[in-house]
T-cell receptor, first 110, second 114 residues
Protein backbone atom coordinates (compact mmCIF):
# COMPACT_ATOMS: atom_id res chain seq x y z
CA UNK A 1 0.00 0.00 0.00
CA UNK A 2 0.90 3.64 -0.08
CA UNK A 3 1.00 5.87 2.99
CA UNK A 4 2.03 9.51 2.96
CA UNK A 5 2.00 11.56 6.16
CA UNK A 6 2.18 15.32 6.63
CA UNK A 7 1.24 17.55 9.54
CA UNK A 8 -2.28 18.85 9.17
CA UNK A 9 -1.63 22.47 9.94
CA UNK A 10 1.24 24.84 10.78
CA UNK A 11 1.48 28.51 11.64
CA UNK A 12 4.47 30.76 11.00
CA UNK A 13 5.27 34.46 10.98
CA UNK A 14 5.87 36.64 7.96
CA UNK A 15 9.59 36.83 7.17
CA UNK A 16 10.39 33.61 9.02
CA UNK A 17 11.45 30.17 7.76
CA UNK A 18 9.19 27.13 7.96
CA UNK A 19 9.87 23.47 7.28
CA UNK A 20 7.04 21.15 6.25
CA UNK A 21 7.81 17.46 6.63
CA UNK A 22 6.52 14.51 4.68
CA UNK A 23 7.12 10.85 5.37
CA UNK A 24 6.11 8.09 3.02
CA UNK A 25 5.90 4.33 2.86
CA UNK A 26 5.27 3.15 -0.65
CA UNK A 27 5.76 -0.12 -2.44
CA UNK A 28 7.91 1.64 -5.02
CA UNK A 29 9.34 5.09 -5.58
CA UNK A 30 10.03 7.18 -8.64
CA UNK A 31 10.18 10.68 -7.27
CA UNK A 32 8.57 13.05 -4.80
CA UNK A 33 6.74 16.24 -5.68
CA UNK A 34 5.62 19.25 -3.70
CA UNK A 35 2.61 21.28 -4.78
CA UNK A 36 1.04 24.45 -3.45
CA UNK A 37 -2.73 24.71 -3.35
CA UNK A 38 -4.55 27.89 -2.40
CA UNK A 39 -8.09 27.41 -1.12
CA UNK A 40 -10.51 26.73 -3.95
CA UNK A 41 -7.76 26.55 -6.55
CA UNK A 42 -5.80 23.89 -8.40
CA UNK A 43 -2.43 22.59 -7.18
CA UNK A 44 0.63 24.23 -8.69
CA UNK A 45 4.00 22.51 -8.97
CA UNK A 46 6.77 23.64 -6.62
CA UNK A 47 9.53 21.06 -6.69
CA UNK A 48 10.64 17.55 -7.57
CA UNK A 49 13.21 15.25 -5.95
CA UNK A 50 14.20 11.84 -7.17
CA UNK A 51 17.74 11.61 -5.75
CA UNK A 52 18.79 12.23 -2.17
CA UNK A 53 19.68 15.76 -1.28
CA UNK A 54 18.50 19.31 -1.49
CA UNK A 55 16.94 21.06 -4.47
CA UNK A 56 16.80 24.84 -4.21
CA UNK A 57 14.46 27.05 -6.16
CA UNK A 58 14.38 30.65 -5.00
CA UNK A 59 12.67 30.91 -1.61
CA UNK A 60 11.68 27.24 -1.76
CA UNK A 61 13.92 24.23 -1.17
CA UNK A 62 13.05 20.57 -0.98
CA UNK A 63 15.03 17.74 0.56
CA UNK A 64 14.77 14.00 0.07
CA UNK A 65 16.15 10.99 1.93
CA UNK A 66 15.03 7.83 0.19
CA UNK A 67 16.46 5.51 2.84
CA UNK A 68 14.38 7.24 5.50
CA UNK A 69 11.28 7.75 3.36
CA UNK A 70 11.43 11.42 4.27
CA UNK A 71 11.20 14.76 2.56
CA UNK A 72 10.77 18.33 3.64
CA UNK A 73 9.84 21.58 1.98
CA UNK A 74 11.59 24.66 3.29
CA UNK A 75 10.07 28.07 2.74
CA UNK A 76 12.22 31.10 3.49
CA UNK A 77 11.31 34.76 3.93
CA UNK A 78 7.68 33.87 4.34
CA UNK A 79 5.11 36.15 2.74
CA UNK A 80 1.41 36.41 3.47
CA UNK A 81 0.68 34.97 0.02
CA UNK A 82 2.41 31.73 1.09
CA UNK A 83 -0.65 30.93 3.19
CA UNK A 84 -1.89 27.81 1.40
CA UNK A 85 -1.91 24.04 1.61
CA UNK A 86 1.29 22.24 0.67
CA UNK A 87 0.86 18.81 -0.83
CA UNK A 88 3.46 16.07 -0.85
CA UNK A 89 3.01 13.55 -3.67
CA UNK A 90 4.91 10.39 -4.52
CA UNK A 91 5.19 8.79 -7.92
CA UNK A 92 4.91 5.09 -7.39
CA UNK A 93 6.55 2.15 -9.12
CA UNK A 94 4.29 2.70 -12.11
CA UNK A 95 5.62 5.84 -13.66
CA UNK A 96 2.28 7.46 -14.29
CA UNK A 97 0.55 6.91 -10.97
CA UNK A 98 0.75 9.43 -8.15
CA UNK A 99 -0.14 9.34 -4.47
CA UNK A 100 -0.88 12.52 -2.55
CA UNK A 101 -0.66 13.25 1.14
CA UNK A 102 -3.51 15.05 2.84
CA UNK A 103 -1.66 18.34 2.68
CA UNK A 104 -0.34 20.76 5.28
CA UNK A 105 -2.26 23.97 5.72
CA UNK A 106 0.22 26.77 6.36
CA UNK A 107 -1.04 29.94 8.01
CA UNK A 108 1.32 32.91 7.72
CA UNK A 109 0.58 35.65 10.22
CA UNK A 110 1.88 39.23 10.26
CA UNK B 1 1.39 31.32 -21.06
CA UNK B 2 -0.26 28.02 -22.06
CA UNK B 3 -2.69 26.58 -19.56
CA UNK B 4 -5.02 23.64 -19.02
CA UNK B 5 -8.68 24.57 -19.30
CA UNK B 6 -11.72 22.70 -18.00
CA UNK B 7 -15.43 23.00 -18.64
CA UNK B 8 -17.83 23.40 -17.04
CA UNK B 9 -16.55 25.06 -13.89
CA UNK B 10 -19.54 23.70 -11.97
CA UNK B 11 -21.85 20.84 -12.87
CA UNK B 12 -24.96 19.88 -10.92
CA UNK B 13 -26.60 16.58 -11.73
CA UNK B 14 -29.11 14.10 -10.37
CA UNK B 15 -27.97 10.77 -8.97
CA UNK B 16 -27.91 8.14 -11.70
CA UNK B 17 -27.30 10.60 -14.51
CA UNK B 18 -24.28 10.53 -16.80
CA UNK B 19 -21.86 13.44 -16.81
CA UNK B 20 -18.97 14.32 -19.07
CA UNK B 21 -16.26 16.59 -17.80
CA UNK B 22 -14.11 18.24 -20.42
CA UNK B 23 -10.49 19.29 -20.44
CA UNK B 24 -8.20 20.88 -22.98
CA UNK B 25 -4.60 20.01 -22.04
CA UNK B 26 -1.61 22.11 -23.03
CA UNK B 27 -1.11 21.55 -26.74
CA UNK B 28 2.33 19.91 -26.85
CA UNK B 29 1.78 17.73 -23.80
CA UNK B 30 1.63 13.97 -24.13
CA UNK B 31 0.46 12.74 -20.72
CA UNK B 32 -2.96 13.48 -19.33
CA UNK B 33 -4.43 12.87 -15.91
CA UNK B 34 -7.66 13.10 -13.96
CA UNK B 35 -7.74 13.63 -10.20
CA UNK B 36 -10.54 14.24 -7.78
CA UNK B 37 -10.64 16.07 -4.48
CA UNK B 38 -13.60 15.65 -2.19
CA UNK B 39 -14.16 18.82 -0.18
CA UNK B 40 -11.65 19.05 2.64
CA UNK B 41 -9.86 15.87 1.65
CA UNK B 42 -6.74 14.95 -0.25
CA UNK B 43 -6.17 14.92 -3.97
CA UNK B 44 -6.78 11.42 -5.33
CA UNK B 45 -5.35 10.05 -8.55
CA UNK B 46 -7.95 8.57 -10.89
CA UNK B 47 -6.28 7.80 -14.19
CA UNK B 48 -3.39 8.62 -16.50
CA UNK B 49 -3.54 8.52 -20.28
CA UNK B 50 -0.76 8.33 -22.83
CA UNK B 51 -0.60 7.47 -26.50
CA UNK B 52 -4.36 7.17 -26.74
CA UNK B 53 -4.75 4.63 -24.01
CA UNK B 54 -5.00 4.39 -20.24
CA UNK B 55 -1.55 4.17 -18.70
CA UNK B 56 -2.53 3.68 -15.05
CA UNK B 57 -5.71 3.81 -13.04
CA UNK B 58 -6.60 3.75 -9.37
CA UNK B 59 -9.04 1.59 -7.48
CA UNK B 60 -11.51 4.47 -7.62
CA UNK B 61 -11.59 4.34 -11.42
CA UNK B 62 -14.07 1.52 -11.79
CA UNK B 63 -16.41 0.61 -14.64
CA UNK B 64 -18.49 3.72 -14.00
CA UNK B 65 -15.62 5.88 -15.25
CA UNK B 66 -14.15 6.21 -18.70
CA UNK B 67 -11.78 8.60 -20.44
CA UNK B 68 -11.46 9.58 -24.04
CA UNK B 69 -9.44 11.82 -26.27
CA UNK B 70 -12.03 12.33 -29.00
CA UNK B 71 -9.90 14.70 -31.06
CA UNK B 72 -6.47 16.31 -30.98
CA UNK B 73 -7.30 18.74 -28.21
CA UNK B 74 -9.97 17.50 -25.80
CA UNK B 75 -9.64 14.98 -22.99
CA UNK B 76 -12.86 13.88 -21.30
CA UNK B 77 -13.89 12.04 -18.17
CA UNK B 78 -17.28 10.34 -18.25
CA UNK B 79 -19.11 9.09 -15.19
CA UNK B 80 -21.87 6.78 -16.38
CA UNK B 81 -24.25 6.72 -13.45
CA UNK B 82 -23.36 9.29 -10.81
CA UNK B 83 -23.60 8.58 -7.11
CA UNK B 84 -23.80 11.04 -4.24
CA UNK B 85 -20.22 10.18 -3.28
CA UNK B 86 -18.98 11.32 -6.70
CA UNK B 87 -19.52 14.90 -5.57
CA UNK B 88 -16.04 16.42 -5.66
CA UNK B 89 -13.72 18.77 -7.52
CA UNK B 90 -12.30 17.05 -10.56
CA UNK B 91 -8.95 18.27 -11.81
CA UNK B 92 -7.42 17.54 -15.18
CA UNK B 93 -3.64 17.80 -15.54
CA UNK B 94 -1.16 17.42 -18.35
CA UNK B 95 2.57 16.95 -18.66
CA UNK B 96 5.17 16.86 -21.41
CA UNK B 97 6.77 13.84 -19.73
CA UNK B 98 10.11 15.59 -19.25
CA UNK B 99 12.52 14.68 -16.48
CA UNK B 100 10.48 16.53 -13.86
CA UNK B 101 7.18 15.27 -15.22
CA UNK B 102 5.78 18.56 -13.97
CA UNK B 103 2.05 18.39 -14.15
CA UNK B 104 0.02 21.48 -14.94
CA UNK B 105 -3.42 21.38 -13.41
CA UNK B 106 -6.59 22.88 -14.78
CA UNK B 107 -8.86 25.01 -12.57
CA UNK B 108 -11.18 22.07 -11.90
CA UNK B 109 -14.83 21.19 -12.34
CA UNK B 110 -16.92 21.11 -9.20
CA UNK B 111 -19.39 18.23 -9.56
CA UNK B 112 -22.42 18.21 -7.28
CA UNK B 113 -24.61 15.11 -7.33
CA UNK B 114 -28.06 15.55 -5.79
Amino acid sequence: GQNIDQPTEMTATEGAIVQINCTYQTSGFNGLFWYQQHAGEAPTFLSYNVLDGLEEKGRFSSFLSRSKGYSYLLLKELQMKDSASYLCAVRGPNFNKFYFGSGTKLNVKP
Amino acid sequence: EPEVTQTPSHQVTQMGQEVILRCVPISNHLYFYWYRQILGQKVEFLVSFYNNEISEKSEIFDDQFSVERPDGSNFTLKIRSTKLEDSAMYFCASSDGGSYNEQFFGPGTRLTVL
